[in-house]
């Protein structure tokens, strides 16, 4: 399948910062990215998704920017509580590969009371 | 949205034998899928599992390997055959609404080991 990484494996931040975590992708062709959250022993969780026609979305304490020229997406997690503590995956989806996902690295955040 | 469940959460197996995980969603779905999880990785996609026809598999997955099956809308189960410690891995499956999102639900996930 497709190429999607992620920059940094891990990264801990204060409670009340914002984090940052990035993603690489590699088919231009994708149309569709979505961040989840994998809390352990659960499976991912939807957090915010956005179309490739689009640069930025916004929702509860979350933004996605999505840099098509470089191929980069980012997710912003603003104010960070200790429940955000978690797993974070980009997934990208093309329409023209069966819609299926493909999921990149992953990074381990940990927010530090 | 959709709550998907698997059955079972957890196994120990023998190397040389097969298990059965069971997917069952709350609501009709488009699609479903499988995927397998190394703990402390990322996901791979196993398959495309497609109502009433053979599934989809990615590349370096069979189907005499992981041989899918998908009766109706609401339920799918993958089976794990010939079973090798290299198996060992979380088995997650995943459904698409009949919405216009793209969003994907997952279940908890199937805990495998073998010895």
């Known amino acids: 399948g497709e190429s999607v990484g992620l920059h940094l494996p891990t990264l801990s931040v204060q409670e009340g910062d914002n984090s940052i975590i990035n993603c690489a992708y590699s088919n231009s062709a994708s149309d569709y990215f979505i961040w989840y959250k994998q809390e352990s022993g659960k499976g991912p969780q939807f957090i915010i998704d956005i179309r490739s026609n689009m640069d930025k979305r916004q929702g509860q304490r979350v933004t996605v920017l999505l840099n098509k020229t470089v191929k980069h997406l980012s997710l912003q997690i603003a104010a960070t509580q200790p429940g955000d503590s978690a797993v974070y995956f980009c997934a990208e989806i093309s329409s023209n590969t069966g819609n299926q996902f493909y999921f990149g690295t992953g990074t381990s955040l940990t927010v530090i009371p | 949205s959709a709550v998907i469940s698997q059955k079972p959460s957890r196994d120990i197996c023998q190397r040389g034998t097969s298990l059965t995980i069971q997917c069952q969603v709350d609501s009709q779905v488009t699609m479903m899928f499988w995927y397998r999880q190394q703990p402390g990785q990322s996901l791979t996609l196993i398959a495309t599992a497609n109502q009433g026809s053979e599934a989809t598999y990615e590349s370096g997955f069979v189907i005499d390997k992981f041989p899918i099956s998908r009766p109706n809308l609401t339920f799918s189960t993958l089976t794990v055959s010939n079973m090798s410690p290299e198996d060992s891995s979380i088995y997650l499956c995943?459904?698409?609404?009949?919405?216009?999102?793209?969003?994907?639900?997952f279940g908890p996930g199937t805990r495998l080991t073998v010895t």
């Open positions: 995943s459904a698409l609404g009949t919405g216009q999102s793209y969003e994907q639900y």
